[in-house]
């Protein structure tokens, strides 16, 4: 079987998150519970996170390091980094509404 290209493995990924989506506006038109629909917006946002991770290690590979010679130790350490980067980043600005 041929391995996954970039791009096979981000369309895989947007795909199941359109798919999020729509659930969370179908819930939405039933009426379900804020909690529910928040916990589903909060599952779409990480899995957001997380192609944006999987490109920026990309970009890192293939883009910004492929003239440097880098070794292997390196380039896991710039993989952990980009995923605590992910796992711990700043808010979304649209989760940063004041209350009034």
Known sequence: MPEKTLADEIGTRLRRIEG????????????????????QTMAVRSALDQVGARLMEYHLDRCLLADFQCDDEHM????????????????????????E
């Open 76 to 99: 896991e350490s710039l993989r952990r980094a980009l995923a605590l980067w992910t796992r711990f980043g700043q808010p979304a600005p649209a989760m940063a509404i004041p209350y």
């Open 20 to 39: 999020q989506v729509r659930g969370v506006q179908k819930m939405l038109e039933e009426g379900r519970e804020c909690e529910d629909m928040l916990t």
